[in-house]
């Protein structure tokens, strides 16, 4: 078979898109999404990107729609460059609704593709990496990312750890040269989901650190180690060093480090019994899980660990320390309070047990038979069968339940209030409820006597404008929450703006004042897009005379 598809490579194109409609099926076409966990959350985030590419703004940092209109530096804190398919999918015609399912199907095929070509360079053979390809992109866990947490973020996170995992190969185990593979990888995991990045952090510290004890790392792999996190900073710097300039202007939610209860409570029974049902739950009662496959593989990997090679043992061990640290087995409570409470839930592991886990099961599937028409029609029987029981008992759960159908025509009333299910970037004690629930927006004055006018307020994008006659000075808030980087004049001139009940406010003086606000884009924020700009442009050069090089000498070597 190996032969056959290498004289038919269109056909991997074909079992690519194949297995991302699977992977959606029986939820695509359906009209409706049905709302889970951080859905919303990431709805609004979509709604709100498009937007701001219909006004030709690729990075506008600040949605001013979000957060009952509040404003919300959502794209600065969770960038949004990722979700540019989806803005262009609505802009060409396709309905919200539509086009986030066709941006899923884009997502599961890039998932596909990135996990294909690891496993290509895994183990050199086509049909197998096919077979990996498909079981981690229809992987149970995965699936519960996709439908019943509404974690888009997480699921574009699966999608580019294949290119991390693959990296991280090359750099330790095999090419070290290959190692803008790690820094391109970090990068988009970083820019997808940077809780998965913080964890993937502690996976390559962890397998340093064996390396280096087992003397297992070269001076060589350690230079080319040391290039990919240098890389990374540099193409990520216009993500990461924001975020720092706001968190040294203020205190934000999620600097309050704290693993939460339902990742505190999720045992090895939980792990076992959740995995044995292919089944999920829904949010309010959910039951993480690997899936009944991947769980047979890792306790067949498990028994018959010494038979297996030595790389398959040393798969198999990442795979249990990661079971085990996914669950309280693993004592967190003590941790509770500390950094790795940015991981929020231990649970999340299963994204790492469910990598590697594909891989093992990819091994048993192939190595142990010939990979004749019959066997590779059963394996994708296996597949199909598992899918698909999984998503109609998802579906069957989401009805019984009635939960909440966003559609076309209620999602904006939907989701205009939902800013994540920890609020974390608020300031600390921001009481987000009562802004949630304001439906007259407009500027307040406190801390002054008398009666306050507001005459002409107008909004425009992230801009306020309007007029205020006060008797005497006083504190101003304006409807729009605080962060750094806004700026505000009274009568034309420049005033200092602080946060005063999670608003931005200004000290005000008696009388008639013109009063402007607007969002403005930092130095830092500027100057760091265009270092990592420059060094992605600098590095696809590098990449392509690279290539050249190469190309050139193997032709002066066949002459």
Not at 89 to 107: C, K, P
Not at 284 to 290: H, M, Q, T
Not at 356 to 368: A, D, E, N, P
Not at 472 to 478: K, Q, S, Y
Request: proline fraction near 4%; charge should be positive; hydrophobic fraction near 50%.
């Amino acid at each position: 078979m190996e032969h056959f598809f290498r004289k038919n490579q269109y056909l991997i194109i074909v079992i690519m898109y194949g297995i991302a409609v699977l992977a959606l099926y029986p939820f695509f076409g359906k009209g409706f999404i049905f709302n889970q966990d951080d859905f919303l959350f990431h709805s609004a985030r979509l709604d709100s990107y498009y937007k701001a590419v219909t006004q030709g703004d690729l990075f506008p940092k600040l949605f001013p729609e979000m957060a009952n209109g509040y404003g919300y530096l959502a794209d600065l804190f969770y960038p949004s460059i990722l979700l540019l398919p989806y803005a262009l999918f609505r802009i060409v015609g396709l309905s919200h609704v539509t086009a986030y399912f066709f941006f899923l199907i884009l997502i599961n095929c890039l998932t596909f593709l990135f996990s294909y070509f690891f496993y290509r360079a895994f183990s050199k053979q086509i049909v197998p990496s096919i077979i990996f390809a498909s079981i981690y992109t229809t992987a149970t866990y995965r699936l519960i990312d996709l439908f019943i947490r509404g974690a888009l973020g997480e699921t574009l996170a699966f999608c580019f750890l294949p290119l991390v995992i693959w990296g991280v190969y090359e750099v330790f185990f095999n090419n070290q040269k290959k190692w803008y593979l790690l820094a391109f990888g970090m990068t988009l995991l970083l820019l997808s989901h940077m809780i998965s990045a913080f964890m993937v952090f502690w996976f390559v510290l962890g397998l340093l650190i064996y390396c280096l004890i087992t003397r297992q790392f070269s001076k060589e792999r350690f230079v080319s180690l040391a290039k990919a996190t240098c890389f990374t900073c540099l193409l990520s710097a216009w993500a990461i060093l924001p975020i720092l300039e706001q968190s040294f202007h203020l205190s934000f939610n999620f600097s309050k480090k704290v693993i939460w209860a339902i990742g505190l409570e999720y045992s090895m029974s939980d792990f076992f019994l959740n995995s044995l049902g292919s089944n999920a739950g829904v949010w309010s009662n959910l039951k993480p899980n690997i899936g009944i496959f991947l769980l047979i593989v890792l306790l067949v990997s498990i028994v018959k660990y010494p038979i297996l090679p030595k790389k398959m043992q040393f798969i198999t061990i990442i795979a249990v320390i990661d079971s085990i640290l996914s669950t309280n087995l693993f004592p967190w409570f003590p941790f509770k309070d500390s950094f790795f409470g940015y991981m929020q839930f231990p649970w999340r592991i299963l994204l790492f047990v469910t990598f590697f886990c594909s891989i093992l099961g990819t091994y048993w599937l192939t190595s142990r038979s010939k990979l004749d028409l019959k066997a590779i029609v059963l394996i994708f029987a296996l597949i199909i069968g598992l899918t698909l029981s999984f998503n109609f008992n998802a579906l069957y759960n989401f009805e019984k339940n009635n939960v909440t159908k966003v559609t076309d025509e209620n999602f904006t009333e939907f989701q205009k209030k939902a800013i994540g299910g920890g609020r974390e970037y608020l300031i600390k004690n921001t009481d987000y409820n009562v802004y949630a629930e304001e439906k007259n927006r407009a500027p307040l004055l406190i801390d002054s006597r008398g009666t306050t006018k507001i005459q002409t307020f107008t909004e425009n994008d992230t801009n306020l404008t309007f007029r205020t006659t006060n008797p005497e000075e006083g504190t101003l808030l304006f409807p729009r929450l605080m962060y750094y980087g806004y700026q505000a004049t009274v009568n034309g001139k420049l005033v200092p703006v602080k946060a005063n009940k999670g608003l931005a406010s200004i000290k005000i003086e008696p009388g008639l004042n013109e009063v402007t606000l607007k969002y403005k884009k930092t130095p830092l924020q500027v100057g760091t897009f265009w270092l990592s700009f420059i060094t992605l442009l600098l590095t696809i050069v590098w990449l392509y005379l690279k290539k050249k090089r190469k190309l050139t000498s193997n032709q002066q070597t066949g002459l």
